[in-house]
């Protein structure tokens, strides 16, 4: 006899699957100000502060549930990824020519023009973050190559193609470790781990392709197989492009949103291993920090379940599990990228007492349970 799942039971897994398309949010105001635009500066500013709803939430500390419900594997969870690309695309596209239309000649044009490259800095640089870095973080990690492959398109319109390399090949393998350039040391402020990571990341990327293709030389036709190589040659490319067809205003804008996704990146980056050191052979649950906040769990395509990506790396967003241990952040991501970008020391003090509380990082004593961990294999690419 087949066993039906109660009503309580399908009640929570439509609500599982539906709250993810929350994750559409920042994609459909950012499209909604770019095809309403230009803006005069006054409505700019007004497109900025709906963005601070996810802030909010996550200071309330608005959360999900604890609870793991078996999600079935589907299509639609496949579907919603190549939306929010396709929204990142058309987004970026629809941004180059609206800033073929800004003006420069008065002081009331500039205005307008400066208060909309503000809005493209919170409003597309949030879009290009959720929609483009974070999917192709998802695809990167997909077994079909076509997948990995999409990925690596999204993060060359990232201009952060080499985090292919270096996330899969790197930051996997050596997370927690003082060698690891994405992990946040234990009293590291941002603004010293953003000048470690920016530069680190891209020379281990670097020097995993040269360790792969076994190049030796400055001067090698092995390079034309370099991953990281290959990025840079498209991310260049791709700017000359821009700006041959679209002009310096275009360039500027793309900069923009550019910049914006790879510094809130590394904002997730500096949060999730923030002072956790790793003694065990593979990542466990004690190695990520984690989150129960609502907009953490959909918007960001499970971002807060984080450690248990970093125990199973390919099971795929919608089925990431809470673990019932590790250090747990004070507030979901939203709210602590505004905490670590303006109030740095509050955001060590919070951490460091979890870490205290929980007897991590600098504070462990003994070795943790490494059975804890969900068994899992680490990163597939070789």
């Avoid at 007004?46 to 078996?70: A, S």
């Avoid at 709210?335 to 740095?344: K, P, S, T, V």
């Avoid at 509380?357 to 349970?369: A, C, E, H, T, V």
């Amino acid at each position: 006899m087949v066993k039906t799942p109660s009503k309580q039971n399908l009640c929570r897994l439509w609500h599982s699957q539906a709250g993810f398309l929350a994750s559409f949010w920042a994609p459909g105001w950012s499209s909604a100000f770019l095809l309403t635009g230009p803006h005069p500066w006054w409505q700019s500013l007004l497109w900025i502060t709906p963005m601070g709803l996810p802030v909010l939430l996550d200071f309330l500390n608005i959360e999900t549930t604890d609870k793991n419900i078996t999600i079935p594997d589907s299509h639609g969870f496949s579907l919603l990824l190549m939306a929010l690309a396709f929204f990142f695309v058309s987004n970026t596209i629809l941004l180059l020519f609206l800033a073929q239309q800004w003006q420069w000649n008065s002081p009331l044009s500039l205005a307008d023009t400066l208060a909309e490259l503000l809005a493209v800095k919170f409003l597309l640089g949030s879009n290009a973050t959720l929609s483009g870095i974070l999917v192709a973080h998802e695809m990167i990690h997909r077994k079909r190559p076509w997948w990995r492959q999409l990925g690596r398109l999204l993060l060359v319109l990232c201009c952060y193609e080499h985090f292919y390399t270096e996330h899969l090949r790197g930051h996997h393998w050596r997370v927690g470790r003082p060698e690891d350039s994405a992990t946040a040391r234990f009293g590291e402020s941002y603004r010293t781990f953003w000048r470690r990571t920016l530069f680190g990341q891209f020379k281990s990327a670097w020097l995993l392709e040269n360790q792969r293709l076994g190049v030796e030389t400055a001067f090698s036709t092995k390079y034309l197989h370099h991953r990281v190589f290959q990025g840079c040659l498209m991310e260049l490319l791709l700017l000359m492009g821009i700006v041959s067809f679209f002009g310096a205003a275009a360039l500027l804008a793309f900069g923009v949103q550019a910049w914006m996704a790879i510094r809130n990146l590394e904002a997730v980056n500096y949060i999730q291993h923030w002072g956790l050191c790793r003694s065990g052979n593979k990542p466990g649950p004690y190695d990520a920090w984690h989150t129960r906040a609502w907009c953490s769990h959909f918007m960001l395509l499970n971002l807060a379940r984080h450690a248990h990506h970093h125990c199973q790396p390919h099971v795929p967003y919608h089925q990431l599990k809470h673990l019932p241990v590790g250090p747990h952040l004070p507030y979901g991501y939203f709210a602590l990228m505004f905490l670590i970008a303006y109030r740095n020391a509050h955001f060590q003090k919070l951490a460091t007492n979890e870490l205290r509380r929980m007897q991590l990082g600098p504070f462990k004593k003994g070795k943790l349970n490494p059975d804890i961990s969900p068994a899992g294999s680490g990163p597939l690419d070789k």
